[in-house]
């Protein structure tokens, strides 16, 4: 708790330092002190009102807990960021593959983080003319590490009945 107060009113003084650095001299500048001034002040005075109503360090150690809390990234925000992530990644996945002569290809994703597994089904799968055959699952397989950056033991191809046309 003591460390955020004096983190708080640091950061006044020097917010305000470099403010009085920038400004030019003149009748604005004393009217910018002055406000300056007050802010100090008042981060000074923040735990104040909580130690009059009888609060302990525990309180107001738990009424900043608290605010982190609120600052924190949201478990929900950040998952959704990563399901859209993964989506552009499928997109881009099936277009590099289409390039290597694989189309129709079906790309999920398992899981998220660490534990992210991401499947491959082949079943609708074609070749296109002139692609090399010589071993597709490989060329599957690094297309989706690299582009995932997944390991090899991530990647599962399932259905490698597709045909050539």
């Not at 999920?108 to 991401?118: C, H, M, N």
């Not at 010589?134 to 033991?153: A, L, P, Q, Y």
Request: aromatic share 4%; with cysteine; charged share 20%.
């Amino acid at each position: 708790m003591i460390a955020a107060w004096a983190l708080g009113i640091a950061a006044s003084v020097l917010i305000v330092a470099l403010a009085d650095i920038a400004m030019p001299e003149g009748e604005v500048k004393k009217y910018i002190k002055g406000i300056a001034a007050l802010l100090i002040v008042a981060a000074v005075l923040q735990p104040l009102p909580a130690l009059i109503r009888g609060e302990t360090a525990d309180a107001l150690q738990q009424s900043y807990s608290d605010l982190e809390d609120r600052l924190s990234p949201d478990a929900t925000y950040l998952a959704e960021v990563e399901r859209k992530n993964d989506l552009l990644r499928i997109d881009v996945c099936k277009r590099k593959l289409r390039a290597e002569g694989i189309d129709n290809v079906s790309i999920a994703v398992i899981g998220t983080g660490e534990g992210k597994l991401v499947t491959v089904d082949l079943s609708a799968a074609f070749l296109q003319e002139g692609a090399s055959h010589i071993n597709m699952d490989e060329t599957i397989r690094n297309t989706v590490c690299t582009v995932f950056g997944i390991g090899r033991s991530q990647t599962l191809i399932t259905g490698g009945n597709y045909e050539v046309v």
